[in-house]
């Protein structure tokens, strides 16, 4: 069955930056809408970066516009998100999702989901 993987979690000083990665097999991922999602400990989940198929509609939340940068590597068949000066209030699981319909993967609902990396910002 198709399957998500993420990567590139770490612990890392505030102002820092890291790289999440999330590969898919068995999906052609630059074909789905792809988010990543976030969710620390005692919270829900948040949407943080949302792309469209063909790289259309991305979107950031505002707590992350100007700081994370959602791309894709379609012959690697991955999506990254790129996160810069990083806060304390990033720290939480990063799980990416994709899904034939946008709204889906917006809504929180999409089909395929990721196991997760951990993100920690603490000096």
């Known amino acids: 069955q198709p399957q998500l993987v993420e990567s590139g979690g770490d612990l890392v000083q505030p102002g820092g930056s890291l790289r999440l990665s999330c590969v898919a097999s068995?999906?052609?991922?630059?074909?789905?809408?792809v988010g990543w999602f976030r969710q620390a400990p005692g919270k829900e989940r948040e949407g943080v970066a949302f792309i469209g198929s063909m790289s259309a509609n991305t979107v950031y939340a505002d707590s992350v516009k100007g700081r994370f940068t959602l791309s894709r590597d379609n012959p690697k068949n991955t999506v990254y998100l790129y996160m810069n000066n990083l806060k304390p209030e990033d720290t939480a699981v990063y799980y990416c999702?994709?899904?034939?319909?946008?709204?889906?993967?917006?809504?929180?609902?999409?089909?395929?989901w990721g196991q997760g990396t951990q993100v920690t910002v603490s000096s």
């Open positions: 068995r999906l052609t991922l630059r074909q789905y809408a």
């Open positions: 999702a994709a899904d034939l319909t946008y709204r889906k993967v917006a809504s929180g609902v999409a089909d395929y």
